[in-house]
């Protein structure tokens, strides 16, 4: 098993540029998970889902979508970045909203 | 908001020593759990402990939880050059499934 992948890993944008995150789980697990960490801070919650076809706002939705079509793949849109957005994202997933595994990170720059 | 805020914010031990860290939250929690994030990479699920249970042991980890004082320790024992990394708290509301970090705690291991 693979776990949770994401794609890519290091990534740099223009301000302004979109793009897409890709998060693959290998679990059958129903709820995914968007997250980005900043220096000195924990985790902040983005956007989840708790199953195919259904996604919520988490904490700092602002700047994002994101869509679930396949219950493996969570993607994580940025439709015009920004340096705000400068950030490490993590994608996660869990089989019952408890315990959660992770993916390696993105690294995103916004210039 | 972050609901958990760990306590150091870094520790530096000798390898062979134990280190402890803290962690208080502000509302009630279903869960706590522990998590592991070694430099450049995501994080890793150690330990998770309910709201009902006061004590939980993983091989060489301890956690203990409070929900009077609404705190929780994670004690690691005879630490090793390995056991380098940060570690982070998040609680799990009741009847909710979205985490909530802390900022984490550095663990230095000298060697």
């Known amino acids: 098993n693979a776990g949770v992948t994401q794609t890519p890993k290091f990534r740099v944008l223009k301000t302004g540029q979109s793009m897409t995150l890709l998060c693959a789980q290998d679990?059958?697990?129903?709820?995914m998970y968007w997250y980005r960490q900043d220096p000195g801070m924990g985790l902040r919650l983005i956007h989840y889902?708790?199953?195919?076809?259904?996604?919520a706002k988490g904490e700092v939705p602002d700047g994002y979508n994101v869509s679930r079509l396949k219950k493996q793949n969570f993607l994580l849109g940025l439709e015009s970045a920004a340096p705000s957005q400068t950030s490490v994202y993590f994608c996660?997933?869990?089989?019952?909203?408890?315990?959660?595994?992770f993916g390696p990170g993105t690294r995103l720059t916004v210039t | 908001s972050q609901q958990g805020e760990e306590d150091p914010q870094a520790l530096s031990i000798q390898e062979g020593e134990n280190a402890t860290m803290n962690c208080s939250y502000k509302t009630s929690i279903n869960n706590l759990q522990w998590y592991r994030q070694n430099s450049g990479r995501g994080l890793v699920h150690l330990i998770l402990?309910?709201?009902?249970?006061r004590e939980k042991h993983s091989g060489r980890l301890r956690v203990t939880l409070d929900t009077s004082k609404k705190s929780s320790s994670l004690l690691i024992t005879a630490s090793r050059a390995a056991d380098t990394a940060s570690y982070f708290c998040a609680t799990v509301p009741p009847g909710d499934y979205k985490l909530s970090f802390g900022a984490g705690t550095t663990v230095t291991v000298r060697a």
């Open positions: 679990m059958n697990h129903e709820y």
């Open positions: 402990i309910r709201s009902n249970e």
């Open positions: 889902s708790v199953g195919e076809g259904t996604t």
């Open positions: 996660a997933s869990s089989v019952d909203g408890s315990e959660q595994y």
